[in-house]
């Protein structure tokens, strides 16, 4: 396994976003909601939304950058590959490292083994 967050494994386009909301399933949790729909593409994708509510662009961008790097050293708990959304909430800011990989593990090893 690579770990790395490379380009082919970002969504990137509006309508990709919009299938996503459309299409896929979602599983709430304590800092963050997962929308995650399967792809044939043989490798899963990833993007975080972190709204205005979450905080300034600061708190925004590190928590993109905290999510990344769960999804790039934790792509082999996916068994299938999925597209997925990862919506954060306002708790996720106040949050620790360990909490948020182990919730951000729990969810995925969820996700991972339904489709």
């Not at 509006?14 to 929308?35: D, T």
């Not at 919730?103 to 489709?115: D, K, L, R």
Request: hydrophobic residues 35%; charged residues 35%; contains cysteine.
């Amino acid at each position: 396994m690579l770990e790395r967050y490379g380009s082919c494994e970002r969504i990137r386009k509006k309508k990709e976003f919009s299938e996503l909301y459309k299409r896929g399933r979602c599983a709430r949790g304590k800092y963050f909601n997962l929308i995650y729909l399967p792809n044939n593409l043989g490798y899963s994708r990833m993007a975080v939304v972190a709204s205005k509510k979450v905080g300034n662009a600061v708190h925004r961008n590190k928590i993109r950058r905290r999510v990344r790097e769960l999804f790039r050293r934790n792509k082999d708990l996916l068994k299938y590959s999925l597209d997925i959304l990862l919506i954060a909430r306002r708790e996720i800011r106040f949050t620790t490292w360990p909490v948020l990989r182990d919730e951000y593990i729990a969810a995925v090893q969820a996700v991972g083994g339904n489709e």
